[in-house]
Every structure is written in structure tokens, then in C-alpha cells.
């Protein structure tokens, strides 16, 4: 690969970042009394548990949780979890109308290679374990972690049956994806090797082109770009 075409992969990869962060700060900016409006509806029924079929061999996938209000709308997180080493990496929430979430969300977690429906208390035990897990080396959530799990309310992990195992043969496994660039994937390898030793932890920081992790982005970005009005009553 020419040196020319690896600069200009670099510099796609930049742009696409760039517009993700500037999609992510803006929805976060419209959705700041959304905690409070989780809360309220977080005793609201179950509608989807599942995770997307793909994230124990890949490592990396997907965690919808859903309810299913009176009005007709539907209440969500969807987390992107990685249960090799960083936890949940990604997370975005909503309320809006059923016709959107089953379009824009649900149907395309089927379309993109199927779904395992879990039990509400195997959700938040997943999702709650792989955020422990990062944190023993002390690597955080995302940002919105904080406020997509309000989601779960009071589902209590108790009476959960399912174990999980997280990393890769007995030790983390960090693998750079898209956004990871240098700085941070030298911040994630530092932390990990303060935490195991250098010979404590696998990683992998590939060379990658424009799209290679698409298919993990894909229905973030694509419900990213729907014009939806967020006041929808609960």
C-alpha cells in the first residue's frame, strides 16, 4: 500500500471521527433533561433484551434494552460493548415512536446477522460485569454510560443464572478500533500494562481502511441522521 493512499485513509478515517463527535455532542446537548425522563420510565414493561449474536466470537457487539411505554413510544439504550477489555465503549438512548425504533433500530440489529434474546436481569449482568471488568484496569464507560443505564431501573441481577467471562484466555484483549488513534490507544495500553505487566494482556492494532468496522457503527450513524422531534410524551 502506497504511502500517498495510507495518508489519505488517515485522513478519511479523521473526517468520519470528526462527524461522529460532532453528531454525538449535538444529541447529547438535546437530550440533557433525558435522565430524568428515563427514570420516569423505568418501570415502564420490557420490550427488547438481546444482544446481537455476533459479540461473543467477535468480542465486540451490541446490547439493546427497550420498553414499551402506554402512548405507544418506546424507551431504549443500546450499548456497544466490548467483553474483551474496554467495557462499554458506546451508548446511545432515546424515547420516540415505535415506528422509528423498529425501523431504524430493532429491524436493523436482525437485518445485520441477528439478535439472542436474554433475560432483563442477564442484560444489565452483562453490561454491568463488562464495565467492572475494564474497570479493573482502569479504563472507564463512555460518557453516557451514566445516564443509558438508567434503562434498567430496578432489574436486579439476583436471580441470574448466566455467567460471563470476559476477556481473552485469562487476559484483557485490546483491539484499536476506528477511533482508537494513537493517543488513546497508547493510554489504553499503558493502563493495561500498569495493571498486568507487559506480558499480562493481548492486543491488536491493525492497520485498518475506511469501513472495516462499519458494520458496528452502521445503525448508530444511520439513527443519528433521523430528524426526529425528542418531546414525545411518556
Same mark, same amino acid.
Given at each position: 500500500?502506497?504511502?500517498? %493512499? /495510507? ?9 468520519? #471521527?470528526?462527524?461522529? =463527535?460532532? &453528531?454525538?455532542? !449535538? ?33 465486540i457487539g451490541n446490547v439493546l434494552v427497550s420498553r414499551e411505554l402506554r402512548n405507544g413510544n ?43 434474546? %436474554? /433475560? ?9 460485569? #463488562?464495565?467492572?471488568? =475494564?474497570? &479493573?484496569?482502569? !479504563? ?8 443509558g443505564k438508567l434503562i434498567f431501573g430496578d432489574i436486579a441481577t439476583n436471580d441470574c443464572t ?73
Open positions: 500500500m502506497s504511502v500517498n %493512499i /495510507r495518508k489519505r485513509q488517515k485522513k478519511l478515517e479523521k473526517q468520519k #471521527a470528526k462527524k461522529k =463527535a460532532e &453528531r454525538k455532542q !449535538l444529541a447529547r446537548r438535546q437530550s440533557q433533561g433525558m435522565p430524568a425522563r428515563l427514570l420516569a420510565v423505568a418501570a415502564a414493561p420490557i420490550l427488547h433484551c438481546c444482544h446481537t449474536s455476533s459479540l461473543w466470537d467477535v468480542g418506546v424507551a431504549f439504550a443500546m450499548f456497544l460493548v466490548d467483553v474483551c477489555c474496554l467495557g462499554v465503549k458506546d451508548v446511545f438512548f432515546d424515547i420516540c415512536p415505535r415506528t422509528i425504533y423498529d425501523s431504524r433500530l430493532y429491524d436493523k440489529l436482525l437485518e445485520g446477522g441477528g439478535v439472542r434474546h %436474554i /433475560r432483563p436481569e442477564a442484560a444489565r449482568k452483562l453490561v454491568e460485569g #463488562a464495565v467492572e471488568y =475494564a474497570g &479493573r484496569f482502569d !479504563l472507564p464507560p463512555h460518557l453516557d454510560y451514566s445516564v448466566e455467567e460471563f467471562v470476559f476477556g481473552r484466555d485469562g487476559k484483557p484483549y485490546f483491539v484499536a478500533g476506528p477511533y482508537d488513534d494513537a493517543a488513546r490507544s497508547h493510554f489504553i495500553m499503558r493502563a493495561l500494562e500498569q495493571s498486568c505487566g507487559a506480558d499480562g494482556y493481548h492486543f491488536t492494532i491493525p492497520m485498518m481502511a475506511p469501513g472495516d468496522f462499519d458494520e458496528i457503527d452502521e445503525i448508530d450513524d444511520e439513527y443519528d441522521e433521523i430528524d426526529v422531534d425528542d418531546e414525545y410524551d411518556e
